[in-house]
């Protein structure tokens, strides 16, 4: 067993766990990360995309709203490589109440977020595809944020502080002497190794698996809902713009341009298992329905994949009083030496991506106020390293690159513009971390992985890889091909990855197959199967497809 030593464990490296890392690390406290899979395997890296301006909530929740606003600032300036400042529009189209409007504005005046309508015709011309129809627009600073380029950055500058990051590491005990929390277990499943964390604090931030980790320290009762919802990514950008619809917050009313794609969403549903997400057919009608409100013919544009995400809705019954019929989507600290009378934990669930840095800070404070010290919060003082200040992303910037380099640096991935150096750069970081991929199985089951391996998922999460129009049926073949040319893998494991990858795949694009995405996967069908005959040939796992 591996033991390490550090004054705070945070668990869950996704937005929250890793802000919360980065602040208590710069902070000057020793601080260590687990997380169970990849950084922002959880709904970090499966959400809309949008960095709020606080527009959706200047009506319905102006506290959020104020929030956001502020943190968007901050979220650009120190993540600048992860935002693409887009700008965003509120529409009344046809189907809205243009009295809204009013109210918006109203809203936005009394909760500082920077508003102001514009001519429709201005609208129009920024976005051609806009419902022609639209009668009032509202223009806000919404923007798009990666939210793996995010924690990325967040987790690179814990490092920079003395931070550990320690992923495929789970989480499996939390040991308490004395009312207080001494040490965390975990199971490092790159390495089939125990880990033991001496500590005497830790963070809880495992999102819609928090109560499981509360359970593990003998808290129980805290009750994280899973809200499940889903989007859908459409080929191509058809809008430059986030489109909002100029209501109260609904199912399917934003459109956010991300990356190459624009993504339509989302739904609300609760779930009864964070690792088992549906993505119901019936969803999917709805969100295409939706998007044609706003861009009209956006059902004609190709959907490439469709996912679905756990919002983690704190509902805790030992604390809130009666009505535990309506849910805070507010960010919820659960101190439980008040609550369950055990000192050195605390579990931070629910908010947002956008306000990520604000929950951070504010669970640190609450860590410093129980451990009895003042030390301020940094995090929105410094960039993290890799963003350059005032150079946001922009779509082009892969385009630049490659015309550069376009004659001696072959393509692989031409959806996505991912050269053949930039994949191995990513195989070679993989080698030493030997990763494995725990998306299948942990559908199936929390059990161990059962394959340790290089894997294409991974790679998808830093260079985008598969997620372009071809979804990886002709990208996914030359890299596994490449990873065995550089002994990434042999050629059986080769196999098996490519087999892990193009199932997982499978996973977003069964619900929305039709039109040119249903001759895509044929194609590709007879390409793997047709062509390769992949299922038969021999890889070092057995992966069903
Ligand atoms: C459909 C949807 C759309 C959204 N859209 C937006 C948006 O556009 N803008 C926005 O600002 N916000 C959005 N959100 C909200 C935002 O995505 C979440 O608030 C945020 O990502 C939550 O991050 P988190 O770190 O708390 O949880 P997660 O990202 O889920 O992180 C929890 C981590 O804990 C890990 N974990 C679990 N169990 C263990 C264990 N035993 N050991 C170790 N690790 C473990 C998991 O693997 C996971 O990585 C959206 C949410 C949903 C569901």
Same mark, same amino acid.
């Given at each position: 067993m591996r033991q390490i030593q550090a004054d705070v464990v945070v668990i869950g490296g996704g937005a929250t766990g890793v802000g919360a890392l980065r602040d208590a690390a710069m902070r000057g406290y020793s601080a260590v990360l687990l997380e169970?899979?990849?950084?922002?395997?959880g709904t970090t890296g499966r959400f809309h995309g949008l960095l709020h301006s606080g527009g959706r909530y200047v009506v319905s929740d102006p506290e959020s709203a104020t929030e956001c606003a502020r943190e968007n600032t901050i979220v650009t300036r120190i993540h600048a490589d992860a935002v693409e400042a887009t700008g965003g529009y509120f529409v009344t189209t046809p189907?809205?109440?243009?009295?809204?409007a009013d109210r918006f504005l109203t809203g936005a005046t009394a909760t500082k977020v920077p508003a102001s309508e514009i001519p429709v015709h201005e609208a129009l011309r920024h976005?051609?595809?806009?419902?022609?129809?639209?009668?009032r627009v509202i223009e806000v600073h919404d923007g798009t944020v990666d939210g793996w380029q995010l924690v990325w950055g967040a987790a690179a500058s814990a490092r920079e502080y003395g931070a550990s990051v320690l992923t495929y590491c789970r989480v499996t005990g939390i040991v308490v002497r004395d009312g207080a929390v001494t040490a965390v277990m975990a199971h490092d499943e790159k390495h089939d190794e125990d880990v033991r964390v001496d500590c005497s604090f830790v963070i809880n931030?495992?999102?819609?698996?928090a109560a499981d980790i509360a359970g593990m320290a003998?808290?129980?009762?805290?009750e994280v809902v899973p809200g499940r919802g889903i989007m859908i990514a459409m080929a191509?950008?058809?809008?430059?713009r986030v489109l909002n619809r100029c209501t109260y917050p609904e199912d399917g009313d934003i459109l956010v341009p991300v990356h190459t794609v624009s993504i339509i969403g989302t739904t609300d549903v609760r779930a009864s298992n964070p690792d088992r997400l549906d993505i119901p057919r019936d969803e999917v009608q709805q969100m295409l329905d939706a998007g044609e409100v706003l861009i009209? #013919? /956006? &059902?004609?544009?190709?959907?490439l994949h469709a996912w679905a995400g756990a919002r983690p809705l704190v509902r805790d019954t030992r604390v809130?009083?009666?009505?535990?019929?309506h849910m805070s989507r507010e960010m919820s600290i659960l101190d439980h030496a008040e609550r369950? #009378? /055990? &000192?050195?934990l605390l579990t931070i669930a629910g908010g947002k991506l956008t306000t990520y840095r604000l929950m951070a800070e504010q669970v640190v404070n609450r860590m410093c106020a129980q451990l009895g010290e003042t030390r301020a919060c940094r995090t929105a003082d410094e960039a993290v390293p890799g963003s350059t200040a005032g150079v946001n992303y922009a779509v082009s910037n892969r385009l630049h690159d490659r015309e550069a380099d376009r004659l001696d640096d072959q393509i692989i991935c031409e959806c996505e513009l991912v050269t053949k150096s930039m994949l191995v750069d990513v195989l070679n970081e993989q080698s030493d971390s030997n990763p494995s991929d725990p998306a299948i199985p942990s559908l199936a089951s929390?059990?161990?992985?059962?394959h340790v391996g290089p894997s294409l998922d991974d790679v998808r999460r830093q260079l985008?890889?598969?997620?372009?129009?071809?979804q990886g049926g002709f990208c996914s073949l030359r890299a596994a091909g490449i990873a065995c040319e550089q002994n990434a893998a042999d050629a059986a494991g080769a196999t098996a990855m490519l087999r892990r990858f193009l199932g997982n795949r499978w996973i977003g694009l069964w619900p929305i197959l039709y039109g040119d995405q249903a001759r895509q996967a044929a194609l590709d069908g007879w390409i793997t199967?047709?062509?390769?005959d992949i299922s038969h040939l021999p890889a070092d796992e057995e992966v069903v497809l």
């Open positions: 169970r899979a990849d950084l922002g395997q189907a809205d109440d243009p009295a809204f976005v051609p595809r806009l419902n022609p129809g639209a009668s931030a495992a999102g819609p698996w003998g808290c129980h009762d805290v191509h950008r058809l809008t430059d009209p #013919g /956006l &059902r004609q544009a190709r959907a809130t009083d009666t009505d535990t019929r369950d #009378g /055990l &000192r050195g929390s059990a161990t992985p059962r985008r890889l598969g997620m372009g129009p071809c199967d047709g062509l390769l």
